[in-house]
């Protein structure tokens, strides 16, 4: 019964997203649509739609982060060996589109692909989590550290193969 108690809207949350609006927000860069306090993928599921509502255009806080620069989640993938770097790309990109298909606020901002490294910055400090756990895990020799940034909500993820 625990697990399902609401929690209350936690203070970064607030600070972040702010105090719930009544009007609908749609994202002109990413066609998001915030309404019911939360961020969707459309207005298919927004049953007061006939209602008398303000609609204002406005980036959503993802894109917000993409254009300041901003991230909550870093990857960095070193030493990647040549025959399985493609595939890590593949992994990354589909953990991204399952979160993504989830909430439309948890994406990749950015992906920098030199020929020994991978380095991704997420919107969300899990995505960057699960992205490094499901690598690591798929990859039996990479090593792994993480590191959580004191005061800010940023995770920082490091995998990497050992030199030879």
Sequence with gaps: MGFFKKTP????????YGPG???????PKCNAS?????????LEDYEELDKN???EFKLCPADQM?????????????????????????QLENIADRAYRKDPMDRILQMHITDDRIEVRTSE????????????????????KVRLSEGES?????VWWPEK
Aim: net charge positive; proline share 3%.
């Design 66 to 90: 993409k254009s300041s620069g901003k991230f909550e989640g870093e990857l960095t993938i070193r030493n990647v060996p040549p025959e399985v770097k493609d595939e890590i790309i593949n």
């Design 125 to 144: 400090n899990q995505l960057a989590l699960n992205m490094g756990r499901l690598v690591q895990r798929a990859h039996k020799n990479a090593e792994s």
């Design 154 to 158: 940023t995770a920082r993820v490091r």
């Design 53 to 55: 509502k303000n609609i």
């Design 34 to 42: 915030y309404y019911y306090k939360n961020w969707h993928h459309n």
């Design 21 to 27: 609006k009544e009007d609908i927000v749609i994202c």
């Design 9 to 16: 809207t936690s203070k970064k949350d607030r600070e972040e």
